[in-house]
């Protein structure tokens, strides 16, 4: 059974950095070269919204408020995907969770809390 798992939140001052990792457990190699991937988040009292989503391949994408501050990596040795947080606002507030599409399911992480303080 495949499990996601995040880490790397914490608490930041606005304009620093912070690297979420997420361990697609349970997932073999061959698997985890050809899903899709993302990263989403959830600030209080808002709906869920893509911050970046990973291709198989290379193909990126980026919500508009995190071009040029974030970037989304896979390392399929170890079965992870990483999202690189840099320049970070207080609107970047939020839980982060992973999530891949897999044997017909969605699945998602149990997040991981990122707060960035002005």
């Known amino acids: 059974q495949v499990h996601l798992v995040e880490s790397g939140g914490g608490l930041v001052q606005a304009g620093g950095s912070l690297k979420l990792s997420c361990r697609f457990s349970g997932m073999i190699l061959s698997v985890f070269r050809d899903v899709s991937m993302g990263w989403y988040r959830q600030a209080p009292g808002e709906e869920r919204e893509l911050v970046a989503s990973?291709?198989?391949?290379?193909?990126?994408n980026y919500a508009d408020s995190v071009k040029g501050r974030f970037t989304i990596a896979r390392e399929n040795t170890r079965r992870s995907v990483y999202l690189q947080m840099n320049g970070l606002k207080p609107e970047d507030t939020g839980v982060y969770s992973c999530?891949?599409?897999?044997?017909?399911?969605?699945?998602w992480g149990p997040g991981t809390q990122v707060t960035v303080s002005s």
């Open positions: 990973l291709t198989s391949g290379t193909t990126t």
């Open positions: 999530y891949t599409h897999y044997s017909g399911k969605d699945l």
